[in-house]
């Protein structure tokens, strides 16, 4: 059997490696068969391996720093299948497998077991009937696997068929990661006096809808006064702060509540910065009803805030990316299992055409794989006659 890996983005797309080898490494370093180059920094220098189990390849990660996906599922160890779309770290490269396997030999062994079976009809004629029930039975056997193979395939092409519009986690990320923003605020909470009792920050996501400046994000970054339940207490806004991604924390930009709803309970706010902004997201799928239950999902946004970005040494702001899969599509969110963290609340929930599906907005205590997602409509409604807004949809 032989591999092949082809290219799929980048200055090396189109390109092909193709191995006849039950063994193949891959990774940065060039002692790799499969080296990926210098220049893919998401990739570990040794990577991961593709190995022959039987007649089935199987890809295992050699605990890489970014992880490796198969169609958008972070994995350890799986098998291949033709045309798998294999992502090494998150942002990385990405390449199609195919194998070119022997093939099928179900027509020989067809025919072989209806040739024994002939043959042991003319060599026993004594015991006839016993042979041509047995040889009935293999043959029928036989077709049995014939047709269970053909089934197989025809079932694992409807379940594996991709939607003609999908694309790679890589490149949700590149359309969308220019229009997700870092917000601070701060806020001051008041007695029933009036009086200031202490002033307090929090920080978050938020992702621009238009270049006109709009920025969706969740109405508790804004006003974390209203879910706090804290009695006899009220508060106010003093300053929202909005830093565009590959930007310094000095470059932030003031931001002000654009539209907020009536109900609280619908945990979305939309802000606005001034200045002509060219990036917004990809797109957006305003119907509920086009999201299903096991559809994988991207999280853009800003996990633990500026923490992390200072434990990393990193002087620019630029966002991470978190996968999951929609578990349920209730009423008024939509469910997601994934790892979400403060911070990435207000953040954009895409699905793989690009297409933002909700607004990430709360993880679940002692649930650290559910977070809620607030759906996209939510936000669209507060703006759909805003004229700016429109005007650049239309």
């Known amino acids: 059997m ?17 191995f006849d080898s039950g063994h193949i490494s891959i990774g940065r370093a060039p002692d790799n068969m499969l080296c990926l180059g210098e220049s893919a920094r998401r990739v570990s220098s040794h990577h991961a391996e593709v190995f022959l189990r039987g007649e089935q390849y199987v890809l295992r990660d050699l605990g890489s720093t970014n992880g490796t996906t198969i169609n958008g599922r972070r994995v350890v160890v799986s098998e291949l299948a033709p045309d798998d779309l294999i992502e090494f770290g998150a942002g990385g ?3 199609r497998f195919s194998s070119n396997e022997a093939k099928s030999d179900d027509h020989h062994d067809y ?7 002939s043959s042991a009809l003319r060599s026993k004629p004594r015991a006839a009937a016993g042979v041509r029930k047995n040889a009935v039975l293999a043959i029928a056997l036989a077709g049995a696997m014939l047709l269970g193979g053909l089934g197989g395939i025809i079932a694992s092409s409807r379940f594996r068929s991709a939607d003609p519009e999908s694309m ?22 008041l007695d029933s006096t009036g009086q200031v009792m202490t002033t307090e920050a929090r920080t978050g996501s938020g992702f621009l809808i238009s270049p006109s400046g709009l920025i969706v994000t969740n109405r508790h970054l804004v006003r974390d006064w209203e879910y706090n339940n804290q009695p006899n207490t009220t508060g106010r806004t003093t300053s929202i702060q909005v830093v565009l991604p590959h930007q310094r924390p000095e470059d932030a930009v003031s931001a002000e509540i654009h539209k907020l709803g009536a109900d609280r309970s619908i945990d979305v706010a939309v802000l606005k910065i001034t200045g002509d902004n060219a990036a917004s997201v990809h797109g957006i ?26 434990k990393t040494n990193d002087r620019l702001i630029d966002p991470s990316l978190s996968t999951g899969v929609v578990s349920r599509v209730g009423r008024d969110f939509i469910q997601l299992n994934l790892h979400a963290y403060h911070g990435n609340s207000g953040g954009p929930v895409l699905n793989r055409r690009g297409e933002v599906i909700g607004i990430l907005t709360a ?9 809620l997602s607030t759906p996209i409509g939510a936000a669209l409604s507060l ?3 805003d004229s ?7």
């Open 383 to 385: 703006v759909k006659d």
């Open 93 to 95: 490269p990405l390449l």
């Open 2 to 18: 032989a591999a092949t890996f082809t290219y799929l983005l980048g200055p090396r797309k189109g390109e092909r490696a193709d």
């Open 363 to 371: 993880a679940v205590n002692n649930a650290q794989d559910i977070a």
């Open 168 to 189: 790679s986690i890589a490149e949700v990320a590149e359309l969308n990661s220019p229009a997700v923003v870092f917000i601070r605020t701060e806020f001051e909470l």
């Open 111 to 117: 025919s072989t077991i209806k040739s024994v079976a």
């Open 388 to 394: 700016a807004y429109t005007r650049e949809r239309d």
């Open 285 to 310: 799928e305003p119907d509920i009803n086009a999201t299903s239950q096991g559809d994988e999902v991207v999280v853009i946004g800003y996990p633990l805030g500026l923490d992390l970005l200072e």
